[in-house]
């Protein structure tokens, strides 16, 4: 098992010398809490008011799109196209919604969630469980029809099966996860829509559970992984060189968020300080490649949410003056 270790000191040295350019916005009414969920590439961020949980998208330029519908806690997600999927409320049905076209539902009823979409439009989520507590993933084309994956199971009564509602798809209709039912802990899934098989021990070497998060166009995987200290750490994977570690020297916990096209992975490592603060960093090759930090924010309040294939990164902040806002940070060409 490889092991990508990255210095503390190199990171403070990048984060010092590179000009980093950072746009700010507004992302609730009440100006104290607000949500970001994920940036398309073209720069576009969509969210969640968290006062009357209406999700918005704002484009370049301060141009917003405000409550395009109302939403639960589930998670939401947007492709390129600017196509918006998540969950209703107060319904909690899933649904897909077109760019300034009506909701539409995707009709596996009550408790479905719609947790990624890729370029093509194809929705990927879990369907709420059968009468024996079964749960599928799905992966749905609105132009065509589901294609249900089922999991293996234990023997009644122990028959659930629980699939992450966080998952990752991209445009080659790859979806990862992770899953559980009643002999198995969280494991981790990599589906192939192509050749229809599912890998449901896609796991890190020596891990007690796995959690996959995000795949690319270069069948790229990065997520997380517990060990038997409890501990969180990343990790990143490819057909050629199978699993490996990302950590950071002297952090308590890692974990990863996301990787874009470039290879470029989004991560949080989290220190040793009291109170504890989790620092968001770019990673490219196993080296941090910029530190994600809104200036004049309150210490630790700088919380990345997604990264695009430009290499942009959306989240939120707070200010001195207690405010909570979004960012956009965009790395130097």
Avoid: C
């Avoid at 484009?59 to 918006?84: D, E, F, H, Q, R």
């Avoid at 899934?189 to 270069?218: E, H, R, W």
Wanted: hydrophobic share 40%; charged share 10%; net charge negative.
């Amino acid at each position: 098992m490889k092991t990508l270790t990255m210095l503390l000191a190199l990171l403070a040295a990048i984060g010092a010398g590179a000009q980093n350019k950072y746009t700010t916005f507004e992302v609730g009414p009440n100006a104290t809490s607000g949500n970001v969920s994920t940036i398309n590439d073209s720069g576009q961020v969509l969210g969640r008011w968290a006062g009357n949980s209406k999700a918005y998208v704002i484009s370049p330029g301060g141009i917003w799109t405000k409550n395009i519908v109302t939403v639960n806690g589930a998670p939401l997600a947007m492709n390129n196209a600017t196509t918006i999927v998540g969950a209703q409320s107060p319904s909690n049905q899933a649904f897909y919604k077109l760019w300034e076209q009506p909701v539409q539902q995707i009709g596996l009823g009550n408790g479905t969630s719609a947790s990624a979409i890729n370029t093509a439009g194809y929705i990927a989520g879990v369907a709420p469980p059968s009468q024996f507590g079964l749960e599928e993933l799905y992966l749905y084309d609105p132009n065509s029809s589901f294609v249900h994956i089922a999991f293996p199971h234990d023997k009644w009564p122990h028959t659930f099966v629980a699939i992450s509602g966080t998952m990752g798809l991209n445009n080659l209709n790859q979806i990862v996860g992770s899953w559980e039912n009643y002999s198995t802990p969280w494991s981790g899934f990599l589906y192939d829509s192509k050749s229809k098989q599912l890998n449901t021990s896609f796991n890190m070497p020596g891990a007690v559970t796995t959690y996959p998060i995000s795949i690319n166009d270069n069948q790229e995987v990065v997520g997380n992984w517990v060990d038997a200290n409890n501990v969180y750490h990343g990790f990143y994977w490819n057909s050629t060189a199978g699993f490996s570690d990302i950590d950071v020297a002297g952090d308590t916990s890692m974990f990863l968020i996301g990787i874009n096209n470039q290879s470029v992975i989004l991560g949080a490592w989290v220190d040793d300080n009291t109170p504890k603060l989790a620092h968001y960093v770019t990673i490219v090759g196993g080296h941090p490649a910029a530190s994600i930090n809104v200036p004049k924010s309150q210490a630790g309040s700088t919380v990345a949410a997604a990264i695009n294939n430009v290499g942009q990164v959306t989240g939120t902040y707070t200010t001195q003056e207690g405010v909570v806002r979004g960012f956009i940070y965009t790395p130097p060409k």
